[in-house]
């Protein structure tokens, strides 16, 4: 199992470098709203030569994703942690400041839009964000093991499990497979006070906020939040905007 040690960082890339790695890739993203992820103007930043500091606390973790997502959606991604002697500490220890939930879906990889590199975000993808066991367990390790202090259920516009949901709670219709089982984890989200696109857009947002519930329930959880050791935060991606923002 991997073992949990501070490693210096570096960003890198030149402007022409960084164009032909987003390969046409678009965003604008400032990461939540108001104190609990303070975003940071892209010129507030570190300078791309110097080591970055590692997160050590929530509010620390939550700006660093805020000003790496506010790097994404004004193109000036830095791609950090990609340099051989980052490589090189990696391969004896790792301390990841964050643990991302977020959704399966290709447009919404959380190290591009938050523009973070190797060894900085532990990442656990179901469609949906939908909850098992695996999921579960997945998610306890940074926290639990590691000591890793934040974690952000990340939702997004257009999801195709939330979609899904809805139109199958809407006809009544059984999903191929095991899809069926995505669609009934996701059914008790579902917000029937609208309608159309409205209700699949709202239910996006109710998804986060049960999750993130259920999550911060969990006992062990629980108890890290109390003493300020862990925070969990809900957030959205908006793929017309290419912004990240506060949902719970």
């Avoid at 002697?85 to 959380?110: E, M, Y």
């Avoid at 857009?201 to 003493?227: C, G, K, Q, W, Y």
């Amino acid at each position: 199992m991997p073992t949990a040690s501070a490693h210096k960082r570096f960003a890198l890339r030149s402007p022409a470098r960084r164009a032909l790695l987003r390969f046409g890739l678009t965003g604008t993203a400032a990461l939540g709203a108001t104190a609990a992820l303070g975003a940071i103007p892209a010129s507030a930043t570190p300078t791309p030569t110097a080591a970055r500091h590692r997160p050590s606390t929530p509010a620390e973790a939550l700006r660093e994703l805020a000003a790496g997502n506010e790097r994404w959606r004004t193109f000036r991604e830095r791609h950090p942690d990609e340099s051989p002697a980052v490589r090189q500490a990696l391969t004896s220890a790792q301390h990841p400041f964050a643990v991302i939930l977020g959704c399966i879906d290709s447009r919404v990889p959380p190290e591009l839009i938050f523009d973070q590199g190797l060894g900085d975000l532990f990442v656990v993808r179901s469609a949906g964000e939908v909850l098992d066991e695996a999921v579960l367990g997945s998610l306890a390790y940074g926290p639990l093991e590691l000591g890793t202090p934040l974690i952000v259920v990340l939702g997004h516009q257009s999801c195709g499990a939330v979609k899904a949901a809805v139109e199958a709670d809407e006809t009544g219709e059984r999903l191929p497979a095991h899809i069926q089982y995505l669609a009934e984890q996701i059914a008790p989200n579902i917000d029937h006070t609208k309608e159309g696109t409205a209700r699949i857009d709202s239910t996006i947002n109710a998804n986060v906020r049960a999750v993130h519930a259920r999550l911060a329930a969990e006992p062990d959880f629980a108890a890290r939040i109390s003493t300020g050791e862990l925070a969990i935060v809900g957030a959205r991606y908006d793929l017309d905007t290419q912004r990240v923002r506060r949902v719970v």
